[in-house]
Every structure is written in C-alpha cells, then in structure tokens.
C-alpha cells in the first residue's frame, strides 16, 4: 500500500528486502493469512489503527520463524499464529510479529484453520466470556451470523451452553448458520428478526446480544434485548456507528458493553494467552472449526478482499502465499 483506498486501485504487489526483525521481534515466513472486515476499513485509511505508508496489510498469519531479532525466545524453525506487527502485515511472503504475540500452531492443524482461530475466535471468546459474562442456559442473539466474528460467536455461544439465535442475510447464509448450530437462524432480508426474537424468547428478549453491524441491527437490538441483557458493541460493518439514549439503559435494565479485542493485547495479554489455549482445546475437541468460505493464492488478494466488502462471503477468506497442509 503506497497510498490509501479502494483495494482495486491500491493494493499492489511490490518485491521487498525482508522485513525486520527488530529487537522483540520475529520474522514468520506466511503459511496463511486470515481477511477480516478490519482490513478492509485500514486500506481505505478509516480504521482506528493508520499505519504510516507505506505498510504491508494482513492482520493475522500462521506461519513458520524464520530470523529472530534481539532477545526474541523463539527460534527458527517454530510454527506460531499471531497478528504481525505493521507495516511488515501478514499479505505477503514473510511478515513480522512481535515475540511475545507468538502463539503456538500445533502440528496438525491445517494452515487456514489456524490462521482462521486466532483474531475471529479471540475476539469473539473475549467479548462472550470476559465482557459479556455468557452463562449457560441463556438466549445469546447473533448478529451477521455468517461473518467472521458471527460465525465464531456461533460456535463458541453453543459451546458455552447458550441457545443461539441469528441473523443474516439471504438462504446461503442462513444455512451457513444452521450448520454451525444456531437453533434459530433468521433471514434478515425476509424476516422480522425483532418479532421472532420475541416469540422465540417468550416475550422476553435475548439475554447477550452480539452486534458487529452497528447502524439500524443496533437500534432494532434494544427492542428485543432482556432485563439484565448485555449488548455488545463488536463492530460498524453496516456503517453508520449508533447512540444509545441513556434512559433507555436505565429503564430496561440493560448494559451496552465496548470490546476491542486488541486492548488485550496491551492491557492483558494474559487472558489471550488463556483464550488460545481454550481455543486450541475446543478445536482439538472438534467443538469449533472455523468456518472457510475458500482459500485463494496471496495474488488473488483484490478479488479476496472484493468479496469480503460485497457481502459474498460465508466465514472467512484465507490467503495462501505458499501451498502445503
Ligand atoms: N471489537 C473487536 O475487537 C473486533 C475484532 C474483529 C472484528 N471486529 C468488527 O466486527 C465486524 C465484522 O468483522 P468480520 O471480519 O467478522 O466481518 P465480515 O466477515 O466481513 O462480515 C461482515 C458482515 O456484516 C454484515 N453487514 C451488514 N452491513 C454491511 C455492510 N454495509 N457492508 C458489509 N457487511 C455488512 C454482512 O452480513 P450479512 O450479509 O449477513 O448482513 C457481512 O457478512 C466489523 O465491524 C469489524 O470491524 C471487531
């Protein structure tokens, strides 16, 4: 990226030395590279994060140390997932990641599954247990239930014992939801989500009510929200950010709960530490796998990101910049 916005008319691919390592840090030769909505807000230059230009995109990898900077504790040779440090981001043959932001790729786990567990599956595990204190037996609502961090709430909501209700877009998406074991997966396009969240409820709403779209999803979610309910703020996709009238929080009992998953990394890398290896268990248990729309060539990086901004995509898109398992 020489310069910001549309990734058709700025994303190029450029030969480089290799990046770093710097002290702390490590260079990973790129397995994978997860796509989140993220990447697309930060080419465009409206991401909370501006890397200074020009940068090299890519929020998460899986990928294999291949130089080691001062004092890094890794070594060549060690397989690890993390997100890299910008501007050397994971859309590329080598990316850098901070040291102690290396988090251990088990043999065995294919390369997008890992790439796939770690910012999705992170920030949805964070925001359901630590912000939104999800309990068993509780109604957790989905919202884009078939994007990253929906498709992750998904899973980890049902593993957690909640009864999962969705929404999203059109039949594909709806089924993508179904298979991942919402009991109840809406249509968006076609059905009164605020209505059948009701019925679905008895009456009563959704006691955490996970919301990467903002805009509208949000304002509609404080219809259909519990007493002592939780919404949690994930994310804009649809754009327009909301505001909650402070009244409304007070007469019905409710919290509106902030999440920024990368927070942790700074304030308590700790409890990501702890989310990785629960992540890696359930994985191993076979309770969650990510959901992979598809994978594609790190070439195929435009046409990728194209999908992601146009609503086509079921889970998530792995780039792959070299082959293998
Ligand atoms: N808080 C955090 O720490 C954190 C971490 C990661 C991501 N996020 C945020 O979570 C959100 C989702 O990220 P993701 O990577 O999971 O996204 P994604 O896979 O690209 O999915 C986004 C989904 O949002 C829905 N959507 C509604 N309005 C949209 C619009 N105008 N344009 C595009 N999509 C729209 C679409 O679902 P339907 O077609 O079904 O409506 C779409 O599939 C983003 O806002 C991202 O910034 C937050």
């Known amino acids: 990226m020489h310069r910001l916005g549309d990734p058709a008319e700025v994303l190029q691919l450029d030969e480089v030395d290799p990046p770093g390592p710097g002290p702390g840090q490590v260079r990973v030769a790129v397995h994978a590279v997860g796509l989140n ?3 697309l807000l930060m080419i465009a230059g409206r991401y909370q994060e501006r890397p200074p230009l020009p940068f090299t995109p890519g929020l998460e990898v899986a990928g294999v140390v291949t130089a080691c900077g001062e004092g890094a504790r890794h070594v060549p040779g060690d397989r690890v997932m993390g997100a890299p440090v910008l501007p050397a981001g994971g859309l590329a043959d080598e990316a850098v990641l901070p040291d102690d932001g290396c988090y251990e790729w ?4 294919p390369a997008a599954d890992a790439a796939g567990l770690f910012i999705t599956y992170q920030t949805a595990y964070v925001g359901l247990h630590r912000r ?11 919202h884009a239930g078939a994007s990253g961090v929906g498709s992750a709430a998904i899973q980890l909501g049902k593993a957690a014992g909640a009864t999962v209700i969705t929404t999203s877009g059109g ?7 179904r298979d991942l074991g919402a009991d109840v997966a809406l249509d968006h396009t076609t059905d009164d989500w605020v209505a059948a969240v009701k019925q679905a409820t008895g009456g009563r709403g959704a006691d955490v009510i996970w919301d990467p779209v903002g805009g509208d999803v949000f304002d509609a979610s404080r219809k259909c929200i519990a007493f002592e309910g939780r919404l949690v703020v994930v994310g804009f996709a649809g754009g327009r950010i909301p505001e909650v009238p402070a009244s409304h929080v007070l007469v019905k009992n409710y919290s509106v709960v902030g999440l920024h998953w990368g927070s942790y990394r700074r304030f308590e890398p700790s409890l990501i530490a702890e989310a990785h290896a629960e992540l890696l268990r359930l ?4 309770v969650v796998r ?15 990101l194209h999908l992601l901004a146009t609503r086509q995509v079921a889970g998530k898109v792995i780039l792959r910049p070299r082959p293998g398992p």
């Open 171 to 177: 039949p594909v998406k709806t089924a993508a939801c």
């Open 132 to 142: 939104a204190a999800l309990r068993a037996g509780e109604v957790l609502l989905v």
């Open 106 to 109: 088990p043999a065995g786990l």
């Open 37 to 39: 909505f993220p990447d």
């Open 283 to 286: 994985h191993a248990a076979g």
């Open 290 to 304: 990510p959901l992979i729309d598809r994978e594609l060539p790190l070439e195929q990086a435009v046409e990728a």
